[in-house]
């Protein structure tokens, strides 16, 4: 069995590879500009966040999700009831 490769299909490997390359340093360019959205803000600068936690408890899902506000000194507070 003849294992011999041409010219061709070496270039062929050498271009996809150098645009695969091109690709993947594209990609982490464009990657750090994205950014998860901003948190809302009151007039007053505190922020509001919702956390949501998902466990399982033998084959149930359970969801709790909070509130969470920053106040202005600073301080992270939960808003209405706690899990």
């Known amino acids: 069995m003849d294992r011999r490769v041409d010219g061709a299909t070496v270039m062929e490997w050498i271009i996809k590879l150098t645009a695969m390359m091109l690709f993947c340093v594209l990609l982490l360019r464009v990657l750090p500009g994205i950014r998860p959205p901003e948190p809302e803000s009151d007039k007053a600068g505190v922020a509001r966040v919702r956390v949501s936690l998902y466990f399982y408890r ?3 899902e359970i969801n709790r999700s909070v509130e969470l506000r ?3 000194d600073g ?4 808003c209405g009831n706690p899990l």
């Open 75 to 78: 301080e992270w507070r939960v």
């Open 58 to 60: 033998g084959d149930d």
């Open 70 to 72: 920053r106040e202005a």
